[in-house]
């Protein structure tokens, strides 16, 4: 990768909360990346040496039964991605990071040209989040492998495995909304950038 991250690049962690652990999500069986969490406490440990700004995205459901309903223990952060004080914290209620929101604000007085996401569900607020980003004209990546998703039933009814959602949802982002890659090559790119990092 030639590219290098700027100061200015901005961590966005999408809805990394309790809720994701109900049992609901598997109803049709296992998620994929299991090591996800893993990747993703390794990136946020990388980014908060880095000195660059990191946003915790919050989903907090208006529907009852959804186990991100506001006020639930399952809106609470899972213990990989916590905030620590000093790290911002948005609240949505629908599917994308920016509506509703004012996080394309914050990032564009922040001057932040390049984003770094990863998260849940890859086909649902991570998909949705990372189109409005590259549609609004950010430079954007989304970490494969620190994202993760369910098997769900297609439109034929005919049930899809993790994998399969996880890779067609990737293959509609890459190259038209981001740069799909994968943990070792952020923490790489990070490296290029650290001279950019005062």
Sequence with gaps: MNEELS???????????????DSVWSKYGVRNNLNAENNMA??????????????????ESKEPTSTYCSGGIGCDFKECVAPIEGELVITKHVHSAFIGTNLEEILRKSNCLQLIIFGVITNNSVEATVRMAGDLGFTTYLVEDATFTFPKLDYNVKIRTAEEVHGMSLANLDGEYCKVICTVELIKLMGKGRNNVT
């Design 7 to 21: 100061k200015e690049a901005v961590l966005l962690i999408i809805d990394v909360q309790k809720a994701i652990d």
């Design 42 to 59: 390794q990136i946020l440990n990388s980014w908060r040496k880095s000195g660059r700004q990191i946003i915790h995205v919050k989903h």
